[in-house]
């Protein structure tokens, strides 16, 4: 009987200290985390020809397991669900630099979020939120396209704390962090023959949280694709991304050990662009893996581009 009344309290105190970590840092995971994965996939570094294109991402987000250091389920019950709308201005100047196209573009998420966490037959987190999450932009976006098969983007994208942040509501820190984010960015196309490989690359630096004096460590991700294009206007194939945190986040100060995140993420890609015209539309969906220190699951992404 010692033993089992040992275990349990040991569980208790586990699950309580991991709940008051992930909670005061306004989130459920290591790092900042401000880019969705699994945004972009084919023909990610190609620049558009000059003119004004509006892009609107429509991303649902089911999370239905926490996943410890060890990448082992943690004991409770976990349960997020998040759909965001993300509309995106891109304007392409004429103009050129160094060889390259010069662009900037602004992204304004939309969010509506549910979080919930059981523990102990105790629920200790029921939390809901929607609004306006951090606004991303870059004033300047360079487009590369040397000759028919290889093209190259580069940016800084930077995100605002402009969302509304509640430290007191877990689901605000979805997509509105109260922190900035800087983001360097090199996206890469290669196109040949119908076939398209493409890889767009991130490096996150992260700025301190003053609510809760938490500074979320550096971050590389990369979403990815392999597909190939049809003469019916058809695009399909495998699409991907994977995070990685490099270093720890700091709180007051101090670096908080093993609690890094990582997690990857593959799937199916389908993408219908008629007679290469002003409109394109793509559906993705998601199957995560090898996730630690954060929240994991599916999630489904369909994105369209218009040209005006």
Not at 22 to 32: K, V
Not at 69 to 80: I, K, Q, T
Not at 201 to 210: A, R, V
Request: hydrophobic fraction near 40%; aromatic fraction near 14%; charge should be neutral.
């Amino acid at each position: 009987m010692k033993i089992v009344a040992c275990t349990r309290f040991i569980r208790t105190i586990w699950i309580f200290a991991v709940f008051s970590l992930l909670i005061a840092s306004q989130g459920w995971a290591g790092g900042g985390q401000h880019y969705p994965n699994g945004a972009e996939d084919f023909m990610v570094g190609a620049l558009p020809p000059p003119g004004t294109y509006l892009v609107n991402y429509m991303l649902y987000v089911k999370k239905d397991s926490l996943k410890d250091n060890s990448g082992n389920s943690a004991p409770v019950d976990f349960d997020a669900k998040v759909l965001a709308e993300v509309p995106r201005l891109i304007y392409v100047s004429p103009r050129t630099l160094f060889g390259a196209n010069l662009a900037a573009h602004v992204f304004i998420p939309l969010y509506s979020a549910d979080v919930t966490v059981n523990a102990g037959g105790k629920k200790v987190v029921d939390d809901s939120k929607n609004g306006i999450g951090d606004i991303i932009f870059s004033p300047l976006v360079l487009g590369w396209h040397f000759g028919p098969e290889l093209h190259v983007v580069t940016a800084l994208d930077m995100w605002a704390p402009t969302g509304n942040y509640d430290k007191k509501d877990s689901a605000s820190s979805i997509l509105s962090k109260n922190h900035w984010t800087f983001e360097p960015v090199v996206a890469v196309s290669y196109l040949k023959e119908g076939f398209d490989v493409s890889a767009k690359l991130m490096y996150d630096f992260n700025t301190e949280n003053s609510d809760t004096k938490t500074k979320p460590g550096q971050e590389f991700h990369v979403d990815w694709a392999l597909g190939y294009s049809m003469s019916n206007g058809f695009t399909g194939g495998l699409v991907g991304y994977n995070y990685m945190q490099v270093t720890d986040d700091k709180v007051n100060g101090s670096s908080v050990v093993d609690n890094k995140s990582e997690v990857g993420g593959i799937g199916i890609g389908l993408k219908y662009w008629p007679k290469q015209g002003p409109f394109s539309a793509t559906l993705k969906q998601y199957w995560e893996y090898n996730a630690k220190n954060m929240p994991t699951g599916p999630q489904t992404v369909f994105k369209i581009i218009y040209a005006f």
